[in-house]
């Protein structure tokens, strides 16, 4: 009888706070982002085009690394302000955000 009732234990959802959730999505966005980075140095030529001032296509420039930044610090940003700003902040700063 005891097994009966810890197999049901063990197949209920757990349901989990939705800050905790929003910091797991961004977190997962930011290694998305590192992953894609991280391998595409690994691509022959690529090194070169970067120390040769390239960017894909484009030319890398001031506003191009503010542009990048910009991109690699808000979901940075997130991951913290998610857990820690209070329900009705938190909604709307991730609505806006996302």
Known sequence: MNSEKAQQNALEDIRLNVKLKLVA???SLMFFVIY???FHLYM???IEEILAGKMFV???TQVSLLAGLATITIPALMI????ALP???NRWTN????
Request: proline residues 4%; hydrophobic residues 60%; without cysteine.
């Open 25 to 27: 999505l961004w977190a």
């Open 44 to 46: 022959p030529g690529k």
């Open 36 to 38: 894609l980075d991280y």
């Open 87 to 89: 329900a009705k902040a």
């Open 58 to 60: 484009f030319d890398i």
């Open 95 to 98: 609505i806006i955000v996302a």
């Open 80 to 83: 913290s302000l998610s857990a």
